[in-house]
């Protein structure tokens, strides 16, 4: 088993995502996969999938998060990655009905854009 379905796995059994929210991880996997093409190695991916599953989380709990950097941000606007990157955090948002709040997507969208960077 490929080590980021182990995490998605681990993240289940500690009470971070219930099945459902499981399966929508591994889509996750597929989508990133699918947009971005295959990884070298799933770190960055697992690092995506388990900012999710603790988004997810906090959204359970009610907890919010503190907003990203704004430079952070501002550099992924300015970048040519940003509208495949947006496109791409806005369908993993849709993936979970929209739990994701603002500060959270803010967070997905660096992750995503960092990766389509690395893989340029």
Do not use: W
Not at 34 to 58: F, M, N, Q, V, W
Not at 59 to 70: D, G, K, R, T
Not at 72 to 78: C, D, N, Q, T
């Amino acid at each position: 088993m490929r080590e980021v379905f182990e995490r998605i796995e681990i993240l289940k059994q500690a009470g971070f995502v219930d099945e459902n929210d499981a399966e929508s991880l591994k889509n996750v996997v597929a989508l990133i996969e699918h947009e971005c093409g295959p990884a070298e190695s799933d770190e960055h991916i697992g690092i995506i999938i388990t900012h999710i599953a603790a988004a997810l989380k906090r959204n359970v709990e009610e907890e919010e998060i503190a907003p990203i950097n704004q430079q952070a941000l501002e550099e992924v606007y300015a970048s040519p990655v940003f509208p495949k990157a947006n496109r791409i955090a806005n369908d993993i948002s849709d993936m979970f009905a929209e739990r994701l709040s603002k500060d959270e997507f803010g967070f997905v969208l660096v992750h995503i854009a960092g990766l389509l960077v690395a893989h340029q």
